[in-house]
């Protein structure tokens, strides 16, 4: 297999970029929504893009994920511009509303830059007047008139997606505040993605979705379906669970094989993901120019990953499957009498795996006060007598509400 890209080293563009002098190696960048200007010329460089669905619509194969400090980090979007990373997203809740604030400085003080930007954020109301409210607030504070991809944040189940929000994004989008609507998801997404793929008004969901789950049934029954049904697909949480870990044997051979190719596990695990064309873009927190450029060299390489690497990407989630929730919250709730099992373990991920307390906590906190209760006596035998994986959830569940209450 070639271990050059298009006539770029991976080791010598690491290189570069670590000068900060990447922004020149990059030309012309396809809009999003737009065709390539008449006579651009071809780049090999040029960041991959990828059709959003059916919707019409092209975006960087690469989005930059906006939960981090975007007002002291300006640099950050600057780089991400010049490196071609064009769709960016945001919630309305990120950061106490820094994020979107963050953004509005940047665009107000570079308002060209707009134009070529597929700009997403979230809704964490569900009611048309609660959605208005927020979206009034979220164009306000990024600067712009409207919003291309409005998601309603973190659905979990199909109930909460109405024909009230259908008639709400209609008006919308006919007012020319939102260009496309859809919903995110960490939980329950198989049954999400299917059920979103029957009811005609999605037009993109961002949903977990990594080497650890991406090669099950249900999971590729629920993209076939949102592929036919024209909905655009963003992934997150590709690194599924966190960094390989280097105390046993086995970590150690896998992250040697990788890096013995010219690329890290985690620059593997978004290639393993790339792979599936289905995937418009995956969404990856860079909240500094290191990530960055290492997530944007593994976009930029041509090298796929041979058979045998993702047959080890296989061996390696089946013997660490035991540490990983996926997101299948309808069975621990069901047997819990409701407790939010799945988001605490989401937040403690966010404290363990992303080494980010910070944001666990703020996402601890936006659990509801009532659920969160019950998360003080649930049934922790119960939830793990169904847990597929045979997570010890009990002392995860009480390490998150020790750690983050």
């Given at each position: 297999m070639n271990e050059r890209t298009s006539g770029l080293d991976r080791r010598d563009f690491l290189k570069i970029v670590a000068t900060?002098?990447?922004?020149?190696?990059?030309?012309?960048?396809q809009v999003a929504g737009a065709e390539p200007?008449?006579?651009?010329?071809a780049s090999t460089t040029q960041m991959p893009t990828r059709p959003f669905g059916k919707t019409g619509f092209t975006v960087s194969c690469l989005a930059m994920g906006g939960m981090f400090d975007i007002p002291g980090n300006q640099l950050v979007l600057r780089k991400a511009l010049d490196w071609g990373v064009t769709y960016w997203d945001t919630a309305d809740c990120y950061e106490?509303?820094?994020s979107e604030a963050g953004i509005g400085k940047f665009l107000g003080s570079n308002p060209d830059a707009r134009k070529r930007i597929f700009l997403v954020t979230k809704s964490d109301s569900r009611d048309p007047q609660g959605m208005t409210e927020l979206l009034t607030r979220s164009l306000d504070r990024m600067k712009t008139d409207s919003i291309d991809l409005y998601f309603i944040h973190g659905v979990g189940r199909m109930d909460e997606l109405t024909d009230d929000q259908k008639a709400w994004a209609e008006r919308m989008k006919k007012?020319?505040?939102?260009?496309?609507?859809?919903?995110?998801?960490?939980?329950?997404?198989?049954?999400?993605?299917?059920g979103a793929a029957k009811l005609g008004w999605i037009d993109g969901i961002m949903f977990a979705y990594n080497y650890r789950n991406m090669h099950s049934d249900a999971m590729k029954k629920a993209v076939d379906a949102c592929e036919k049904a024209g909905i655009g697909l963003t992934a997150m949480k590709t690194q599924g669970g966190g960094p390989i870990k280097t105390d046993s044997e086995k970590e150690r051979e896998l992250a040697g094989r990788f890096i013995h190719r010219g690329f890290t596990p985690e620059q593997a695990k978004l290639k393993a993901v790339w792979?599936?064309?289905?995937?418009?873009?995956?969404?990856?927190?860079?909240?500094?120019?290191?990530i960055m450029s290492a997530n944007v060299a593994a976009a930029l390489d041509r090298t796929r990953l041979a058979a045998n690497e993702f047959q080890a990407l296989d061996q390696y989630a089946a013997a660490t499957c035991d540490g990983y929730c996926a997101g299948c919250a309808n069975l621990c709730e069901a047997a819990t009498g409701g407790a939010p099992v799945s988001d605490a373990l989401r937040c403690l991920m966010y404290h363990h795996h992303y080494n980010n307390p910070e944001q666990a906590r703020t996402e601890f906190a936006r659990i509801p006060a009532s659920a969160r209760e019950r998360l003080l006596a649930f049934d922790g035998a119960a939830a793990e007598r169904v847990c597929p994986r045979h997570l010890p959830i009990a002392r995860l569940v009480r390490e998150a509400t020790e750690l983050l209450a």
């Open positions: 900060a002098g990447a922004g020149a190696l990059f030309g012309a960048r200007a008449p006579g651009t010329p106490g509303g820094r007012e020319g505040k939102i260009r496309l609507f859809g919903f995110s998801t960490h939980k329950n997404m198989e049954t999400l993605l299917d792979e599936n064309e289905q995937i418009a873009s995956i969404c990856s927190q860079m909240p500094n120019l290191g």
